[in-house]
């Protein structure tokens, strides 16, 4: 009888060692993956690499110009889905307008402090079997996908430096909310529409804009000093030059691309 009350007690014990053992141990994990996954949460203002510290600075101002082949937009047929699709879609690998070329991505690639980020909201929509905006730019964040069309999409995240994303959306579908706290061009696609294609520039400092009609682009309260300042454009690539800037001046800096 003792003994077996004992052999309890002792199983009792082994128990609840193991109990804390494994109290421990999860504490530890959670702990750790907290402090792993901490930079990746990072808010946008405490991005790796980047600290806002604010002070007078100057802007750069210029247009992303094109000089090569005439662009002639691409004719995609529609097979499915032509009620809101419609039957054809015209996609354009370089948007040339009013002499410049727009959804380009300017940016200093080497800035380590400055202003704080000021990105809208990141929200992407699918409207009319397109992803609307094109090219969009965010902070590092969440970002909200919506789909404002009566069909299914399905959203395809390709991104190195964040985990990719695939989830089909029903019509009538609450929004995603998809992290991408990482800096990366990511690509997006739909896996039910093969034309619908959009880009996701996840900056890693504010120093970012999205070229506009006449290919021009704006970057304001730059801390003065002498940049890379690059462009991108989804089918022609990465250039790059270097501009110096000066306390309450604007510098000119002008690409052209082929
Ligand atoms: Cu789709």
Redesign the pocket.
């Known amino acids: 009888m003792q003994s077996s009350m004992r052999g309890d007690a002792i199983a009792i014990m082994n128990k609840k060692q193991s109990f804390y053992t494994s109290a421990v141990i999860a504490t530890i994990l959670l702990a750790f993956s907290w402090v792993t996954l901490m930079p990746a949460v990072s808010h946008a203002q405490n991005v790796a690499g980047y600290t806002v510290q604010p002070g007078p600075g100057g802007t750069i101002s210029g247009k992303i110009l094109y000089s090569g082949k005439p662009v002639r937009p691409k004719k995609v047929t529609v097979t499915q889905d032509q009620g809101t699709c419609g039957n054809m879609k015209m996609m354009e690998p370089v948007k040339i307008e009013q002499g410049g070329i727009a959804d380009a991505v300017v940016w200093i690639d080497d800035i380590s402090h400055g202003k704080a980020f000021s990105f809208p909201a990141a929200s992407l929509d699918?409207k009319g079997?397109m992803f609307v905006p094109h090219v969009l730019l965010m902070a590092p964040g969440k970002l909200k996908v919506l789909n404002s069309d009566n069909?299914?999409?399905?959203v395809h995240i390709y991104s190195k430096a964040n985990r990719s994303f695939n989830q089909v959306m029903p019509p009538g579908s609450a929004p995603l909310e998809i992290p991408l706290y990482r800096p990366d061009t990511a690509i997006v696609r739909?896996d039910?529409?093969n034309w619908?294609q959009g880009y996701i520039i996840v900056a890693k400092n504010p120093y970012y804009a999205l070229s506009g009609s006449g290919g021009s682009f704006t970057l304001t309260d730059v801390p003065p000093g002498t940049y890379h300042l690059k462009v991108w454009q989804e089918n022609l690539g990465i250039q790059e030059q270097t501009v110096t800037v000066t306390a309450g001046q604007t510098a000119a800096a002008n690409f052209t691309l082929k």
Not at 151 to 154: E, I
């Open positions: 699918q079997c069909v299914a999409h399905n739909c039910v529409h619908m």
